[in-house]
């Protein structure tokens, strides 16, 4: 995955419409997930930090937790 990709993903992750979309959006790209995906997570979250958004970088860096146990499950 590239930094791009990883990038588009996590935006379209944080706009999910609802629990069902996003546990689909996270199915769905679960085979792609790399190490450039969960350094990206973790950038957009300091992003979100600095941009006073902490409760948005709560949420991603438990999203990308979740998806990371998943990941290393399968």
Known sequence: MTRQEALDLVRRL????NEDELTT???ESLP???GTF???VEAVAIQLEREAKRPQARALRSLGDRMLR????I
Do not use: E, P
């Open 25 to 27: 959006m996270v199915t």
């Open 70 to 73: 998943i990941k290393t499950l």
């Open 32 to 34: 792609a997930l790399d």
């Open 38 to 40: 969960f350094s990206t």
């Open 14 to 17: 944080l706009r999910a419409a």
